[in-house]
């Protein structure tokens, strides 16, 4: 079934932290047809080439492509309003929930004037998917995600020891749902595109589950600082994003992404608009963040 001729389609991402929405919203912006619109968390996570950068602003990068990248930083009526005031209007437009949402809350918003939804898609993390659900913190989250899920993206099967257990979980949780496989989120778009669904049920949010903090500095960190702190986290926490300065190339602003214990650090593609000093969010459950973060990160011990 088509939306209504003149209707804004609405994609939602959704999934836990760290199973690859962000790489999904990458893979869109670089392999999308139509015009679309993109409403993102973070700004700092995408990565786009400079060559596909028509113009920018604080809240909006529009690309060559025709496509638009939207920051919600400013809140979700803000930024649905700029990306209805475009001309030409997008096409379809793309919500990436957060990792502890409820992507069948934000769905909701679908159903708004001049919108039409068309299909929630959740991205799972093929290594870490039995571990997630089993978990007693975070498995009820996990499971909500995968049952709000149209189409499932059962994402990092490079990296999974027992793909045929995840499987079988998903297909458990949510037997009528797509489910699509992928490395790095590179997924046909026509499998969630197109998908036009009608939801009934009340949407809830498990965000209050979660705290994330903030942790800022001025002060390049040196990096056996960092993988001090790291290795010192506690195990409940989930995720820790954001932009470091690192003593040794104090002038090379690095992407810092931690998933349990995995951890990278990458070079920030945009550096021309790279912020100053470090800006590390951990999350975790309540009451596990810790606040001995900052005076490390500004000491650098």
Not at 122 to 131: G, I, N
Request: glycine residues 8%.
């Amino acid at each position: 079934m088509q939306p209504s001729e003149g209707l804004m389609e609405v994609s939602v991402i959704g999934g836990y932290l760290g199973a690859g929405k962000t790489t999904l919203v990458n893979h869109i912006l670089r392999q999308a047809s139509e015009r679309v619109a993109v409403m993102v968390n973070d700004f700092g996570e995408i990565n786009i080439d400079q060559s596909l950068i028509d113009s920018r602003s604080d809240n909006t990068i529009s690309l060559t492509n025709g496509c638009i990248c939207c920051s919600l930083v400013d809140g979700f009526v803000s930024a649905l309003e700029s990306v209805t005031s475009f001309r030409p209007k997008p096409t379809r437009l793309v919500i990436e929930a957060s990792g502890v949402a409820d992507p069948g809350a934000v769905a909701a918003y679908g159903h708004g004037p001049g919108l039409a939804l068309d299909a929630v898609v959740v991205v799972t993390d093929a290594f870490r998917l039995c571990e997630q659900i089993a978990d007693p913190l975070i498995g009820q989250t996990v499971v909500s995600q995968i049952g709000a899920a149209d189409v499932i993206v059962l994402n990092k099967i490079d990296l999974a020891d027992n793909l045929t257990a995840a499987k079988t979980e998903l297909a458990k949780l949510n037997p009528d749902a797509l489910l699509a496989y992928a490395s790095h989120a590179e997924v046909n778009l026509d499998l969630f595109f197109g998908r036009e669904v009608v939801r009934t049920s009340d949407p809830t949010s498990h965000v209050g589950k979660f705290e994330s903090r903030t942790h800022e500095s001025s002060q390049p960190i040196p990096r056996a600082a960092l993988e001090a702190l790291v290795e010192n986290l506690p195990p409940e926490i989930q995720r820790v994003k954001g932009i470091v300065r690192l003593a040794e190339a104090p002038h090379v602003a690095m992407v810092f992404q931690l998933v349990g214990r995995n951890w990278e650090l990458r070079a920030l593609a945009d550096r021309n608009n790279s912020p100053d000093g470090n800006r590390l969010v951990v999350i975790g459950p309540k009451g596990s963040v810790p606040m001995e973060w900052d005076n490390a990160l500004n000491s650098g011990k």
